[in-house]
């Protein structure tokens, strides 16, 4: 039987060059803007233990996002073990971060899951693709908290909080109408996206108190989690250069300093590495076993 080739654009080798194109153009541009050597400076005097600290407690998120997937697949029938659950999550940030490539973390995740009996691939998409929307929507109503504690709020907050408030009750709405699998556990998931980000800003606060310097944290955070939209593009390699172009461009608008800024995403980008080793040790093992029930 024949089977034809991908076309060039779509193999792995190319997207990762071009990913690697971009990543180096972006770095460029940070530095036309900000003095590497002096991010260089911040890095050799930041505290050690803080960084630690910070990879302790982003580690915990991804244990929580584990059980939020969990969630999302239990609504199509799919039942995990809290234990598998994690190890999938891990694998799919092993994809995302250390072995970046043309399947994606998501895509991995949905070549192990799908099954000639049970849910379909759209089903299966469709469960990760809701969960990343809630996550999206943590980081939103994260933001509208952050922008009124500003001391000039970049939008008046009764604008901010308007504009989620009806968007979360449209959102909602239309999940009920056409995803009710998925709109039961509407709050549930919600929340724990909110209490995610949560974590994630304590983490970035451990990064920031690695600088021994006084600074207001608050639009530092509002800038990491504006950025955090910006990377969902994932038009670099493993993410690295998209979040310090964010920051960096937004330091002026926030008033920030633009070299702490880079650090901080740049701190961030190991801190989200370093997590994602133990997802090797699941990614090797032998242990494929998993559990998939119809739906209740």
Same mark, same amino acid.
């Given at each position: 039987?024949? @089977?034809? %080739?991908?076309?060039?654009?779509?193999?792995?080798?190319?997207?990762?060059?071009?990913?690697?194109?971009?990543?180096?153009?972006?770095?460029?541009?940070?530095?036309?803007?900000?003095?590497?050597?002096?991010?260089?400076?911040?890095?050799?005097?930041?505290?050690?233990?803080?960084?630690?600290?910070?990879?302790?407690?982003?580690?915990?998120?991804?244990?929580?996002?584990?059980?939020?997937?969990?969630?999302?697949?239990?609504?199509?029938?799919?039942?995990?073990?809290?234990?598998?659950?994690?190890?999938?999550?891990?694998?799919?940030?092993?994809?995302? @971060?250390?072995?970046?490539?043309?399947?994606?973390?998501?895509?991995?995740?949905?070549?192990?899951?799908?099954?000639?009996?049970?849910?379909?691939?759209? /089903?299966? !998409? /469709?469960? !990760?693709?809701?969960?990343?929307?809630?996550?999206?929507?943590?980081?939103?109503?994260?933001?509208?908290?952050?922008?009124?504690?500003?001391? =000039?709020?970049?939008?008046?907050?009764?604008?901010?909080?308007?504009?989620?408030?009806?968007? =979360?009750?449209?959102?909602?709405?239309? %999940?009920?109408?056409?995803?009710?699998?998925?709109?039961?556990?509407?709050?549930?998931?919600?929340?724990?996206?909110?209490?995610?980000?949560?974590?994630?800003?304590?983490?970035?606060?451990?990064?920031?108190?690695?600088?021994?310097?006084?600074?207001?944290?608050?639009?530092?955070?509002?800038?990491?989690?504006?950025?955090?939209?910006?990377?969902?593009? #994932?038009?670099?390699?493993?993410?690295?250069?998209?979040?310090?172009?964010? %920051?960096?461009?937004?330091?002026? %608008?926030?008033? #920030?300093?633009?070299?702490?800024?880079? !650090?901080?995403?740049?701190? !961030?980008?190991?801190?989200?590495?370093?997590?994602?080793?133990?997802?090797?040790?699941?990614?090797?093992?032998?242990?494929?076993?998993?559990?998939? =029930?119809?739906?209740?």
């Amino acid at each position: 039987m024949f @089977v034809p %080739m991908k076309p060039w654009y779509k193999h792995a080798a190319f997207t990762n060059a071009l990913r690697l194109v971009v990543t180096a153009l972006l770095i460029w541009l940070v530095s036309r803007r900000v003095d590497l050597r002096e991010i260089g400076a911040i890095f050799r005097t930041a505290d050690a233990g803080w960084l630690a600290g910070a990879i302790l407690i982003y580690g915990s998120t991804l244990v929580i996002s584990s059980y939020r997937s969990s969630i999302y697949l239990s609504g199509i029938g799919i039942q995990l073990s809290h234990w598998d659950a994690l190890g999938l999550y891990l694998k799919g940030t092993v994809y995302n @971060v250390l072995l970046p490539g043309g399947v994606g973390g998501d895509g991995y995740k949905i070549l192990i899951l799908r099954s000639t009996d049970g849910p379909s691939v759209k /089903q299966i !998409f /469709q469960a !990760f693709f809701f969960e990343r929307l809630s996550g999206l929507w943590a980081i939103c109503a994260l933001l509208c908290i952050l922008n009124g504690t500003l001391s =000039t709020p970049l939008l008046p907050p009764v604008w901010s909080w308007s504009v989620i408030g009806l968007g =979360t009750v449209g959102y909602y709405f239309v %999940m009920r109408r056409f995803f009710t699998e998925h709109s039961r556990y509407f709050v549930r998931t919600h929340l724990i996206s909110l209490g995610i980000q949560t974590i994630v800003s304590v983490s970035v606060l451990c990064i920031l108190k690695a600088q021994p310097l006084p600074f207001a944290y608050g639009p530092y955070l509002m800038s990491f989690h504006g950025s955090t939209i910006f990377s969902i593009l #994932n038009i670099g390699l493993s993410g690295l250069g998209v979040r310090e172009f964010a %920051m960096g461009y937004a330091a002026q %608008m926030l008033q #920030n300093d633009a070299a702490l800024s880079v !650090f901080v995403a740049s701190a !961030f980008w190991l801190v989200s590495t370093a997590t994602a080793i133990p997802g090797l040790g699941f990614l090797f093992s032998r242990d494929k076993s998993r559990q998939m =029930t119809a739906p209740a």
